[in-house]
């Protein structure tokens, strides 16, 4: 097979299936992705992308001629040999992912063929080898996805490392994996498939933990007047720790973390084995969402008819994404005791407005903040440590920030007035 031209299948087009198509273009494969949902699939045919991801637009139009965006499995099929499964596995109630999409992929590919599939989305330990217990002469290939929404194109292109999982059968589906990621570096790390489906779990519950573990410390900083802004900088610098995924903040949200940090302890439950840590990382994130809470109570009593603004609402910035966003929890919350929930996100309105139908939606962070008892940053977009402090403070009923993300600059809100108070950082002295 000829890596510079071979065609490549996406099945499932949204976030990692986009970005997997429009990055294989770019590299000049022509790509045939497919969805069962028709209306995305005419978006995109006109060139409109269907979430907010930096420079997806841009690139999708540079490779237009080069994807064919189609419903048809039968014209995936016909015009490629290789399928990457890309299609969601959102948690089911009891917690463990939900595979009914990836097995209707897997349905879908005739008994025989000599087509490879590529497990791109994230599935418990176990689920290659079920897959071909059904299938036996399935050629399969575990090759997980490690994007990060908001820099998925820049990570795409420049992966850490390319994990290809692979079990007797199917090396040379697994070559051929290698050798379309082989133009973009990253160690290669070729293993079994149960190995690789478990490095993607691992992976996830590790970062999610070490978030859980820096918001503990926040919280035992707030009791003892240190700094966790200092603490992680003096931490991270230690090689062995390093510097990423230590900012306290009100936790982890978006479709990754919480669902895949669920199904790993679900995994291990069914397998008989009490995974305790990540009882704790789940407990620990849930709660710390709720602590604002507390901590506007701290400063204006009873929340009953206060006017609160949410600035940012998507579980980071840089993206349109509201799934397990922190803001959900948090606004159910204040209503919960009364409170009138005010919200500006930039790009996340329309995704939000139907997730939190009692939430205002204002035009801008200015407008939100006019009139409000305290605001609460949720998402870090850069343009909310832009605003005219000093001019908000002037439109706001009382000049209550609580920082959820550690974001802005706590002593020049204090000296425009405000009553600022971050995730673990001290009290001034004078108690402002
Ligand atoms: N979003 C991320 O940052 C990210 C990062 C790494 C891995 N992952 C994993 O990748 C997978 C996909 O995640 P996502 O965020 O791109 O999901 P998504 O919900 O954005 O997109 C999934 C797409 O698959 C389509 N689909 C569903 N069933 C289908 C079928 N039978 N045939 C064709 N298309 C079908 C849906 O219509 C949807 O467009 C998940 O397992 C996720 O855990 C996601």
Same mark, same amino acid.
Not at 213 to 232: M, S
């Given at each position: 097979?000829?890596?510079?031209?071979?065609?490549?299948?996406?099945?499932?087009?949204?976030?990692?299936?986009?970005?997997?198509?429009?990055?294989?273009?770019?590299?000049?494969?022509?790509?045939?992705?497919?969805?069962?949902?028709?209306?995305?699939?005419?978006?995109?045919?006109?060139?409109?992308?269907?979430?907010?991801?930096?420079?997806?637009?841009?690139?999708?139009?540079?490779?237009?001629?080069?994807?064919?965006?189609?419903?048809?499995?039968?014209?995936?099929?016909? $015009? @490629?040999? +290789?399928? *990457?499964?890309?299609?969601?596995?959102?948690?089911?109630?009891?917690?463990? =992912? /939900?595979?009914?999409? &990836?097995?209707?992929?897997?349905?879908?590919?005739?008994?025989?063929?000599?087509?490879?599939?590529?497990?791109?989305?994230?599935?418990?330990?176990?689920?290659?080898?079920?897959?071909?217990?059904?299938?036996?002469?399935?050629?399969?290939?575990?090759?997980?996805?490690?994007?990060?929404?908001?820099?998925?194109?820049?990570?795409?292109?420049?992966?850490?490392?390319?994990?290809?999982?692979?079990?007797?059968?199917?090396?040379?589906?697994?070559?051929?994996?290698?050798?379309?990621?082989?133009?973009?570096?990253?160690?290669?790390?070729?293993?079994?498939?149960?190995?690789?489906?478990?490095?993607?779990?691992?992976?996830?519950?590790?970062? $999610? @933990?070490? +978030?859980? *573990?820096?918001?503990?410390?926040?919280?035992?900083?707030?009791?003892?007047? =240190? /700094?966790?802004?200092? &603490?992680?900088?003096?931490?991270?610098?230690?090689?062995?720790?390093?510097?990423?995924?230590?900012?306290?903040?009100?936790?982890?949200?978006?479709?990754?973390?919480?669902?895949?940090?669920?199904?790993?302890?679900?995994?291990?439950?069914?397998?008989?084995?009490?995974?305790?840590?990540?009882?704790?990382?789940?407990?620990?994130?849930?709660?710390?969402?709720?602590?604002?809470?507390?901590?506007?109570?701290?400063?204006?009593?009873?929340?009953?008819?206060?006017?609160?603004?949410?600035?940012?609402?998507?579980?980071?910035?840089?993206?349109?994404?509201?799934?397990?966003?922190?803001?959900?929890?948090?606004?159910?919350?204040?209503?919960?005791?009364?409170?009138?929930?005010?919200?500006?996100?930039?790009?996340?309105?329309?995704?939000?407005?139907?997730?939190?139908?009692?939430?205002?939606?204002?035009?801008?962070?200015?407008?939100?903040?006019?009139?409000?008892?305290?605001?609460?940053?949720?998402?870090?977009?850069?343009?909310?440590?832009?605003?005219?402090?000093?001019?908000?403070?002037?439109?706001?009923?009382?000049?209550?920030?609580?920082?959820?993300?550690?974001?802005?600059?706590?002593?020049?809100?204090?000296?425009?007035?405000?009553?600022?108070?971050?995730?673990?950082?001290?009290?001034?002295?004078?108690?402002?």
């Amino acid at each position: 097979m000829d890596a510079e031209r071979e065609a490549v299948g996406v099945v499932g087009v949204g976030w990692v299936g986009l970005v997997t198509a429009t990055c294989f273009a770019e590299l000049g494969h022509p790509i045939v992705a497919l969805d069962v949902n028709e209306e995305k699939v005419e978006s995109l045919r006109r060139g409109e992308v269907t979430i907010h991801e930096p420079g997806l637009a841009e690139l999708l139009e540079k490779n237009s001629e080069r994807i064919t965006f189609t419903t048809s499995m039968g014209e995936v099929l016909a $015009a @490629t040999r +290789i399928l *990457f499964c890309c299609v969601d596995t959102p948690p089911t109630y009891s917690g463990d =992912a /939900d595979l009914s999409r &990836v097995r209707s992929v897997v349905a879908q590919i005739p008994e025989g063929s000599e087509h490879a599939l590529v497990m791109k989305s994230t599935v418990p330990s176990g689920t290659g080898a079920s897959i071909r217990r059904d299938k036996p002469d399935l050629r399969y290939v575990s090759c997980p996805e490690f994007l990060k929404e908001g820099s998925a194109i820049e990570d795409f292109m420049h992966p850490d490392r390319v994990v290809v999982g692979v079990d007797e059968g199917s090396e040379e589906a697994a070559d051929a994996v290698e050798r379309l990621y082989q133009p973009l570096g990253g160690e290669m790390v070729r293993t079994d498939v149960a190995s690789a489906e478990m490095i993607k779990l691992a992976s996830n519950a590790f970062l $999610a @933990t070490k +978030i859980s *573990f820096i918001n503990e410390i926040a919280n035992v900083c707030e009791q003892t007047g =240190a /700094d966790v802004i200092e &603490v992680a900088r003096g931490m991270g610098l230690d090689e062995r720790i390093g510097a990423s995924f230590l900012r306290a903040g009100i936790g982890y949200g978006g479709s990754c973390f919480p669902k895949d940090v669920s199904a790993l302890k679900q995994l291990a439950g069914n397998s008989g084995y009490h995974f305790q840590l990540l009882n704790a990382v789940i407990e620990v994130n849930e709660l710390q969402k709720r602590r604002v809470i507390a901590k506007l109570e701290k400063h204006l009593g009873s929340l009953a008819d206060k006017r609160i603004a949410l600035l940012g609402l998507a579980f980071k910035p840089d993206t349109d994404d509201m799934r397990e966003a922190s803001s959900l929890v948090l606004s159910a919350r204040l209503q919960g005791e009364g409170a009138e929930v005010v919200a500006y996100d930039p790009v996340a309105e329309e995704s939000a407005a139907s997730m939190l139908p009692d939430v205002e939606m204002a035009s801008s962070a200015t407008a939100a903040l006019e009139g409000a008892d305290a605001a609460v940053l949720v998402t870090e977009w850069p343009e909310f440590s832009e605003l005219d402090w000093a001019m908000v403070r002037e439109s706001m009923a009382s000049p209550v920030l609580i920082d959820g993300r550690n974001y802005l600059d706590s002593d020049a809100l204090r000296a425009a007035g405000f009553v600022y108070d971050g995730i673990g950082r001290p009290d001034p002295p004078d108690g402002t």
